[in-house]
């Protein structure tokens, strides 16, 4: 074991990861690879394996099996303390008898840095809270404390930052702001952000890159347009966002595209958004990606005919609608009101439409309700 | 006005009790502490001289019981910390859901009397025990050095009698401290033993305080392990003050005694909890 570590910088790469408490495997052989200067989301349900892997990286949990490496650097086995990591906890962990100054002071002084003074107003003036240096965490409200738990970790310029839930505990609106001001001082620092969250509009602002966990394993990994657009399995399009699934068949090819039959009716998608293993398959389509038309309306793209209008709830921006389909299945619909035309009304006779490109589809045996029950607002805790 | 006048009825039967049994004794000890032997009169008979003497003659007299007194308390304190704090830690820390469990065999001494336990220990202490012999055997004490009626076993009794006033409050203090401070310690390139004396040990400063002072204040007035497990040689001043009260029935030199100790205590308290700085902490 070696001091050498706390000089290591590169990509964070975990290899073949599995964490078991008992019988019960919190992280199952996990992979992945962090590359250095990104803002990375490890987002998942409560229990899903995301947290236990933050802990192993920031070393307060030992992997069962696997290693983790930074750079060329294994750190697998490393104290937490010898380990270029900072780490934003979930409800802050400040220290209480510290001021806010020696609260940011403590891993410079730790290190034996000299200018203590010099580096702690700098990072103080960055989160914009100068002028609390002299008061002790008690005395701040969550979102300065907050900033408070930021500014200890990145004082010290580690070569990796985990940020375990850091707005959990933030009231709606000040936590929209709080991950517009992370992301901006991701890029204003330069340094490797591994954020771990349960609230998928918190990944989606922030992340770079998002890895879906489920069940310690990672679901999907990409970008947060490409995991929205083109979810690989139900659980990521259940997640993430809302999904309309309904049961089809692949009856054919043209092109670039697969023809599929829909109870009865014909549609098509790109061969590149199918994850489906044989012809039995679930065809996906976001809500908003929809368009309603009265029955005798021509429209263009994938048509599903008859439909009528179940629910209509006005919400401002938008209206949603429940349609229900000739197959019984009700579709979610999200039609922006940007048009000054009036709303559909419940009981309208309708067809669904939308443009093939927008169509994704998963394997026909899979579980449609699958991420679909979790509710991530009663989630708060681990 | 009712409801302003409801607190302190409540407050009535305190304050009476504390009258009653708190202020008007301290004031007759007070006004016995200055008093004289009746000319000719009996052994026990007293009368008001106002001579503030006494307490230079009591303190003069007993020098040593009280510097024993002291010196007995500080060792019994300290040994009890460090036997408490890795016991309140482990317990606080690392006892799971045994932890209602090891509190109770804390406290569970209690259980027993005082006085027996106490008694227990010369038997544990002495010739028949397996202490002596055990010690004798490995070659740390003489055969002929005994344990029992030395200071040794009065600080042992002391240390044992008061370990759980130690204990609790010091788990109290260790139990409320948030783990991941200590996880954010050692995030914060802090080493197992840093962490204990930045983070640990400060947070846990209001435990240690309280705990120091209930042993400490209780073991400078003792005199029930001095009389049962000590010698003559190792009197402390609650054993002067109980027997001159109770056998020489000197009654002004036992009062004027009881207020140095309480006057030595206070002062000793009051610069102790300065130094602490607990105030900001609790």
Known sequence: ?382 | MGKIRTPYLLLLPGFGFLFVFFILPILNLAQTSTQTPVGGGDTGQYEQTFRFQNYIDAFVENKEQFGRSFVYALIATLLALAISYPLAYAIAFKSGKYKNFFLVLVVAPFFTSFLLRTVAWKQILGEEGFVVPTLRSVGIISDSTTLTSTAFAVVMGMTYNFLPFMTLPLFASIDRIDPRTLEASGDLYANGFTTFRKVTLPLSMPGVVAGTLLTFIPAAGDYVNAAILGSPNTKMIGNVIESRYFKIVDYPTAAALSFTLMAAILILVTVYIRKAGTEELV
């Open chain 1, 1 to 382: 074991m070696s001091f050498d570590a706390s000089s290591a910088r590169g990509d964070l790469i975990l290899t073949r990861i599995t964490k078991e408490y008992g019988d019960f495997k919190a992280v199952d052989d996990l992979s992945l690879t962090i590359p250095k200067g990104s803002f990375f989301a490890l987002l998942g349900p409560s229990g899903c394996g995301k947290t236990t892997t933050l802990r192993m990286i920031a070393g307060l949990e030992e992997p069962t099996v696997g290693s983790i490496h930074l750079g060329e650097t294994d750190i697998t086995t490393t104290k937490p303390y010898q380990r270029p990591i900072n780490t934003v906890f979930q409800n802050y962990a400040l220290f209480p008898h510290l001021t806010i100054f020696e609260n940011i002071a403590f891993g410079l002084r730790r290190r034996g840095i000299k200018d203590v003074d010099a580096e702690v107003n700098k990072v103080l003036s960055l989160v914009e809270l100068p002028h609390l240096a002299g008061r002790k965490p008690t005395q701040l409200s969550g979102g300065q404390q907050q900033r408070i738990a930021l500014a200890r970790a990145i004082v010290n310029r580690p070569a990796l930052l985990l940020l375990d839930e850091p707005l959990g505990a933030l009231d709606l609106k000040l936590r929209r702001q709080m991950q517009i001001e992370l992301k901006w001082i991701q890029k204003e620092v330069g340094l490797t952000f591994v954020h771990v969250t349960h609230d998928q509009e918190e990944a989606m602002t922030m992340a770079d890159t998002i890895a879906v966990m489920n069940e310690g394993k990672i679901e999907q990994m990409g970008s947060p347009a490409d995991l929205y657009d083109d979810p690989e399995t139900a659980f990521v399009a259940n997640f993430l966002g809302q999904s309309n699934l309904i049961k089809g068949t692949i009856s054919g090819n043209d092109g670039d595209s697969l023809i599929a039959d829909v109870f009865g009716q014909k549609i098509s998608l790109p061969k590149s958004r199918s994850h489906a293993v044989d012809n039995s398959i679930y065809v996906g389509i976001r809500p908003e990606k929809f368009r309603i038309s009265l029955l005798n309306t021509p429209v263009n793209g994938n048509v599903l005919t008859g439909g009528r209008i179940e629910d209509v709830s006005y919400i401002g921006v938008s209206t949603q609608y429940q349609v229900e389909m000739p197959w019984g299945q009700e579709l979610m619909v999200f039609e922006q009101n940007d048009d000054g035309v009036a709303p559909f009304n419940k009981g309208d006779a309708v067809n669904i439409s939308w443009a093939p490109v927008f169509t994704f589809a998963l394997r026909g045996d899979e579980d449609i309700t699958a991420g679909s029950e979790v509710n991530p607002e009663d989630l708060d805790e681990e």
